[in-house]
């Protein structure tokens, strides 16, 4: 995924002229959004500029505040050492460039930057205190232009360890979070970007749930390359880690898949510009249409759960 281009901004206008159908010119409206997050944001993003230009009435400009298994305590922090120390810029924009986060903010104008709480913390309220508090004022020191949206993040697969140790199920994962990000945006009076709702709207769909244990694999002895059947899950399960002629048969039960990553940004592209997501026509190669209409689908139910707030 691209971070920050630089050369589709005109700081002067938020649209600019390209040439359309038959000759003629069309407007193309221009969405600039900094995300201050980890993987996750970064998951949500993977097809978000592919999506809008097959729209063909906008573009998004995304700018990555992002660092793997980032907090928002985390976040705070490193922008109170950017802050008297010039030194610290721990994001890394377009062509590796550094930044701090509030450096990032001014470097643009954004017409929106995201926040959200790491996904091991997203279902625990008390963690996003007094943080996300913090880097509101920031937000609004240094891009007060922009709008703060919250990145609802997803539950992880039902065969989560963590899930195990925590006694919960994936469901009572995403209803606290759920309530959590709630909790957050209503006290920001801030819109939600609802994807772990649209992950559970999919993952609950009759006849797309998710196999996570496959009868005919053997978990014990795993013979590379060989992987269980994972029909339906939005995020990468089982694979193979390879270093050199070293194997490790491992499970992410948290980071999106294609399919996951897909309707992350299908949430995305229709919250930040208002367009309807089944009427977009990118699909990740590999992906049937069929896949494809189903998650447009799920995606513009999920936005379109959040009304009223959310325009269309």
């Given amino acids: 995924m691209k971070a920050f281009h630089v050369g589709f901004v005109f700081a002067i206008c938020h649209a600019l002229l390209v040439p359309g159908a038959r000759g003629q010119e069309t407007d193309v409206r221009i969405v600039r959004v900094l995300t201050i997050g980890n993987s996750f944001a970064q998951n949500a993003c993977r097809y978000l500029e592919s999506i809008a230009d097959s729209d063909g009435s906008c573009r998004i400009v995304i700018g990555t505040a992002n660092i793997g298994g980032c907090t928002l305590e985390k976040h705070a922090a490193l922008a109170e050492k950017s802050a008297t120390d010039p030194d610290q810029k721990p994001y890394r924009g377009d062509a590796g460039k550094r930044y701090s986060l509030q450096e ?9 930057v995201t926040l959200q709480q790491m996904s ?5 309220p008390e963690s996003y205190h007094p943080y996300v508090e913090q880097l509101v004022a920031i937000i609004r020191e240094h891009a007060p ?7 609802q993040t997803w539950a992880y697969r039902p065969d989560s360890p963590l899930l195990k140790s925590d006694g919960i199920t ?9 309530a959590a990000y709630d909790s957050v945006a209503e006290q920001l009076n801030s819109r939600i970007i609802p994807v772990g ?11 797309r749930e998710v196999l996570v244990v496959d009868p005919e694999f053997d978990y014990d002895t795993p013979v590379y390359p ?5 029909t339906h899950s939005l995020v990468t399960g089982w694979f193979w880690r390879t270093n050199g002629d070293q194997k490790a048969f491992r499970l992410d039960f948290k980071h999106g898949n294609n399919q996951g990553c897909f309707l ?4 995305w592209y229709e919250v930040l510009t208002g367009n309807d997501a089944t009427e977009t026509s990118f699909r990740p190669q590999g992906m049937s249409e069929e896949d494809a209409m189903f998650f447009r689908r799920v995606a513009h139910q999920a936005v379109a759960s959040r009304k009223p707030g959310i325009a269309k």
């Avoid at 990032?104 to 929106?112: G, H, N, R, S, V």
């Avoid at 091991?120 to 625990?124: F, M, N, P």
């Avoid at 232009?145 to 919250?150: G, H």
């Fill in 226 to 230: 060989a992987l269980p059947k994972q």
């Fill in 170 to 178: 994936q469901q009572e994962m995403y209803r606290r979070l759920a």
């Fill in 120 to 124: 091991a913390l997203s279902y625990k």
């Fill in 145 to 151: 232009q922009a709008e703060i949206l919250v990145h």
């Fill in 197 to 207: 709702t649209a992950f559970q709207l999919a993952r609950n769909t009759s006849g």
């Fill in 104 to 112: 990032y903010l001014a470097a643009e104008q954004w017409d929106y």
């Fill in 264 to 267: 992350a940004g299908l949430v």
